[in-house]
């Protein structure tokens, strides 16, 4: 199509006035059109960041244009009858460079429109009747966060933390005036920019919003959100939070001290591959130190520390450790702080120290397990939140709850709310209910602290300060239902609760972990390598592809020893722990991959292997596994958590004998069916 003839569909009818802007209430649908148009037909720009930051200045011109404006004047950001497509352009680019003297901060002084003119009439023709600044704030909202999360993703561990979890974590720490206010890693602003909201929402007054973040585009991203929310005194810096105070630009320091805010909300950067380095920077936390575990403990219970700062110095430290300690240190005496991190920091045994220093300067108010589908399709990560009070020793009790649903599915898209006859449950207004737990976790939070959480679920339940000794703040070590189920089962006085550890402990079990062996001895032979997904059930399924030569198996067969009736259980991998099988005397030549257990009943006159088999198929110890596997990064690992595993021995030696005579019955068909099938092949043309 001809330019002019585009020039000219684009052109309004009359000329624009501001007094006849309407509020804008479909800003999403339109960015998603301008971003849709510029793929389809703007030549030289197609990537995702580059569109948004083009929409962005353009946003900037609209919003400046409102605030020049009088009623009875024209609106510049506009196209108009009559006028060239050079007047046109030579107009709003003028426009630009007056927003460019206005905002300093955020737009550099050589920074364009990178736009040809026939486009640009057209993006303009699709906000020049709306009113941005008078629009609702929850639309700009919810319309800017999707343009700039599908525009800026995960770089050097950012990634932009839902929406329905930050109005979880405000909700619970509820914002309130005259508090001073910061995230320290706040990325383009999601935070600053909600919490915003909710205090304007409750008419709070004098408080005090502030943001750092080093990446210098985040920064500006975060002025510019906060700038179309009309929030006009920000205090946004592009500094690195984890630096020491004494660098900071002098106008930051005259800004942001440590040991004076109120309230803190943050998702900082995470992950092993972009550790903090630098004597300099790691000396200033006592994080960025070696702990020692103390073995001079007398008792679970005992008031003495579990691990001590040494005075040696770390090498590097993932930074979102040294962000747990700069928070507390930002944080007032009585200040409040709520982290996403992930789940690994809440139970790897190498990282309780950090538990260690937090409970010497705050009391662990909560933590709030997210699903693993939180934060993708970004990253696959787990993680939880943590709620912090700067005063130690102030609570009995933790508050604990498991968000397994988020509303939104591995890939991002929306999950409602089901009945039973598989119909979408529906609102007073016939909407559909996205299925998310955070709001009702919200609520119990607030009822835990405010001492009147009656009825404990998934979605709110308490834990005393001494259960929590081991530094274990995994919501779902505690789930309340198992732990009250165990309490039955003991009551009842029918079973000895026995846990694995006192089994090995006690000579009657035996476990033993199984070995890597490198994918490229893959298909070299005939010996099977049993993995976990080979574990399937309660059979040992053989994998050709992965079978491996002679020679490979002669070096592991006296090490590995498997041997008739050994169970091999799966112990790490996602959706398959807890996983096992019975090894048969046609399943014992082969090598055990190292994600496997290898149990073995050395005393099986004291306890039968088929009834242990048994035990570790029961519902109860089935949910005892969910409850200790821990997810490290992306991956799923029960760890030596299978020691503290209770099982549920029958005290009714003839009933223990009856099951186990059944379960070992299964076994030998099964071996049979198996031997059957494979003549079968094995005569076969």
């Not at 309340?480 to 009657?508: C, F, H, M, N, T």
Request: glycine fraction near 6%; charge should be neutral; proline fraction near 4%.
């Amino acid at each position: 199509m001809d330019l002019f003839v585009t020039a000219e569909i684009n052109k309004p009818k009359k000329l624009i006035y501001k007094q006849n802007l309407f509020p804008i209430n479909n800003l999403k649908i339109i960015f998603r059109e301008i971003r849709d148009y510029f793929a389809g037909n703007v030549t030289g720009i197609t990537r995702d960041e580059k569109i948004a930051q083009n929409i962005m200045r353009l946003l900037f011109c609209k919003i400046y244009d409102e605030k020049n404006t009088q009623d009875e004047q024209l609106v510049n950001f506009a196209n108009r009858p009559n006028e060239t497509l050079q007047e046109f352009e030579k107009r709003i680019f003028a426009l630009f460079e007056k927003v460019k003297n206005q905002y300093a901060d955020i737009f550099e002084i050589d920074e364009e429109i990178e736009i040809q003119a026939a486009d640009l009439s057209f993006i303009i023709s699709k906000m020049e009747n709306y009113s941005i600044l008078n629009a609702d704030r929850d639309i700009i909202a919810d319309a800017f966060e999707e343009l700039i999360s599908t525009s800026f993703r995960g770089g050097e561990g950012q990634f932009f933390t839902p929406r329905n979890v930050v109005q979880m974590m405000i909700d619970v720490l509820q914002p309130a005036s005259g508090e001073r206010i910061i995230d320290p890693a706040c990325g383009s602003g999601g935070f600053i920019a909600h919490i915003l909201q909710y205090l304007i929402k409750n008419k709070a007054s004098n408080y005090y919003i502030s943001g750092i973040d080093k990446d210098l585009f985040l920064s500006k991203l975060a002025k510019i959100y906060l700038t179309i929310l009309g929030e006009s005194e920000y205090h946004i810096f592009c500094e690195n939070s984890l630096e020491n105070p004494a660098n900071w630009k002098p106008e930051t320091q005259a800004q942001i001290q440590l040991g004076t805010f109120d309230l803190i909300l943050a998702n900082p950067p995470f992950g092993a591959k972009i550790p903090v380095i630098g004597k300099n920077l790691l000396k200033q936390y006592e994080l960025g130190h070696f702990w020692v575990e103390n073995n001079n403990l007398n008792g679970i219970t005992s008031n003495k520390a579990r691990w001590i700062l040494t005075k040696d110095l770390r090498e590097k430290q993932p930074p979102q450790i040294l962000f747990i300690e700069r928070i507390i240190q930002l944080l007032k005496e009585g200040g409040r702080a709520g982290i996403v991190l992930p789940e690994g920091v809440f139970g790897n045994p190498s990282d309780r120290y950090i538990w260690e220093y937090v409970k010497q300067y705050c009391s662990i108010l909560g933590i709030v397990s997210l699903s693993q589908e939180t934060f993708q399709p970004s990253t696959h990560t787990k993680t939880s939140v943590v709620f912090l009070e700067k005063k130690p020793n102030n609570r009995s009790q933790v508050f604990m709850a498991i968000a397994k649903n988020v509303g939104h599915d591995k890939n991002g898209k929306p999950t409602f709310k089901f009945n039973k006859d598989g119909t979408y449950i529906l609102d007073n207004n016939g909407n559909k209910i996205l299925d998310d737990d955070t709001p009702e976790i919200a609520q119990n939070f607030i009822k835990f602290l405010k001492g009147n959480l009656e009825e404990e679920s998934t979605l709110g339940f308490f834990v005393s300060v001494e259960e929590t000794d081991n530094h274990i703040y995994i919501p779902e070590v505690y789930k309340p239902e198992v732990k009250q189920r165990l309490a039955e089962i003991k009551k009842s006085g029918l079973y000895d609760l026995v846990k694995i550890g006192d089994l090995v402990e006690k000579g009657i079990l035996q476990i033993k972990r199984g070995n890597e062996i490198g994918s490229k001895y893959y298909g070299t032979g005939d010996v099977p390598f049993v993995r976990t997904t080979d574990i399937v059930n309660w059979e040992i399924k053989i994998n050709p592809v992965k079978s491996v030569s002679e020679e490979i198996y002669q070096q592991y067969k006296k090490q590995q020893d498997v041997r008739e009736n050994d169970i091999l259980f799966v112990n790490d991998g996602t959706f398959l722990i807890g996983r096992c099988a019975i090894v048969t005397e046609n399943d014992t030549k082969c090598i055990i991959q190292s994600h496997l257990r290898k149990i073995r009943v050395l005393k099986p006159d004291e306890l039968n292997p088929f009834y242990l088999f048994y035990l570790l198929n029961s519902n109860i110890v089935q949910k005892q596994i969910e409850m200790l596997t821990f997810v490290q990064a992306t991956l799923s690992t029960l760890g030596n958590r299978i020691m503290d595993l209770e099982l549920p021995i029958h005290k009714n030696k003839k009933e223990t004998e009856k099951i186990a005579n059944e379960i070992e019955m299964i076994i030998q068909l099964k071996k049979q069916l198996k031997q059957q099938a494979r003549k079968i092949i094995e005569d076969s043309l």
